[in-house]
């Protein structure tokens, strides 16, 4: 007994990911159906050692499903997570459309879990930002010892936190300066992505901030604490795979870097590797394909009175997207479904 489940942007990035995490978890799925537009009707698509062909979006009645996992556009989510919400079926949505709603819990797991219960309100629980996910991952059982006050944070972004063409884009710009003539031109990023780095993610605000900036900062006080404090600068990295973030935090109470470690080694979720000697961190090329929040670098910020220094690196597509998205359906499905 178990879930009937539909993936929702099933030929995407997060998509694709979701389908093969809940087939490696065994996650306890009855049916289950691989949606995307009309344009991918019939692509075929794996999950676990079957392949689903893909059903268009626009044509599907959610009536009697369970839970849909949600990985398209804002504004391809606006028309349809209503439509399976209103059905019946609980909606995990990946967008950022309902990540500030009130009404809508957004739940990393390890952190805030018992928020989920809030799902009923409008039958939708959203997910973080990657960026925001793996940092609080990271943060809580620190905070749970010394009270954060203040998080300063840098990031490195992989181009897959902006879906397939991006990975394209990396790709044939690469390739292409290489070969005379070949067209590098950029499309998806505002620069060459390619051995260069883009201090800009999604739109900018009238204070100067980016958009992914500002969800760093409202996503983090919604999930751990509303108190503390974010400043963010999000770069674009010409990395495929695996987000990486700089973060500098200023507790209330005093904690060393040693007793910093022993927490993180049994915080769940996290992998501490840090052995402060060359190559003894982890880069984002070792983090693909694997669940963990890594720390390495976890070092004292003499510079202020009770400050760490910490480098995060996470598989984007996984923590950061659907592995995130199957673990709020695990929390769901204990506390809250009935099997079918
Ligand atoms: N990548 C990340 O690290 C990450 C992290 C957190 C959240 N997210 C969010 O997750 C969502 C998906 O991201 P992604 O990286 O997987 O993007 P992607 O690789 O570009 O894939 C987009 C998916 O959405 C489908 N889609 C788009 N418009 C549609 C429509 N009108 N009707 C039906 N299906 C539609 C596409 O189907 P077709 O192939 O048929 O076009 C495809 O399956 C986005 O909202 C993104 O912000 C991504």
Not at 41 to 68: C, H, M, N, P, Y
Not at 91 to 113: C, F, G, K, Q, T
Not at 228 to 255: M, Q, W, Y
């Amino acid at each position: 007994m178990g879930y009937k489940v539909v993936v929702v942007g099933a030929t995407g990035n997060v998509g694709k990911e979701m389908l093969n995490i809940l087939a490696e978890r065994e996650f306890p799925v009855d049916e289950i159906a691989a949606l995307a537009s009309r344009k991918s009707l019939g692509t075929e698509v794996s999950f676990g050692d079957r392949t689903l062909k893909t059903q268009d979006l626009d044509t599907f009645d959610f009536t009697g499903w369970d839970i849909a996992l949600f990985a398209i556009g804002s504004d391809a989510t606006k028309v349809y997570a209503p439509k399976a919400a209103d059905s019946g079926c609980v909606v995990i949505d990946n967008s950022s459309l309902y990540r500030y709603d009130p009404d809508v819990p957004l739940i990393v797991p390890e952190v805030n879990a018992d928020a989920v219960v809030g799902y009923t309100k409008k039958n939708i629980i959203a997910n973080p930002n990657c960026s925001t996910a793996q940092m609080v991952v990271a943060l809580k059982p620190l905070h749970d010892r010394a009270r954060i006050k203040r998080v300063v944070v840098a990031t490195y972004q992989s181009v897959s936190g902006t879906g397939k063409e991006a990975m394209d884009e990396l790709w044939n710009q690469t390739k292409g300066l290489f070969v005379p003539g070949q067209e590098v031109e950029p499309k998806v990023y505002p620069k060459q992505i390619a051995f260069n780095v883009i201090p800009h993610i999604d739109v900018f605000l009238d204070s100067g901030e980016t958009k992914e900036e500002w969800k760093m900062v409202a996503e983090t006080k919604k999930i751990l604490d509303p108190k503390i404090k974010v400043t963010a600068t999000c770069v674009r990295v010409p990395v495929f795979v695996g987000h990486s973030e700089a973060i500098n935090i200023e507790f209330e109470d005093h904690l060393d870097w040693e007793e910093a470690t022993d927490i993180l080694r049994e915080a769940p979720g996290v992998l501490v590797v840090d052995k402060r000697e060359a190559g003894g961190y982890i880069t984002p090329i070792e983090c693909v394909g694997e669940y963990a929040t890594y720390i390495s670098r976890i070092r004292q910020d003499s510079t202020i009175e009770n400050g760490l220094n910490l480098w995060c690196v996470s598989d984007n597509l996984r923590k950061g997207a659907a592995l995130n998205a199957v673990q709020i359906a695990e929390v769901l499905g204990q506390r809250c479904l009935k099997k079918g």
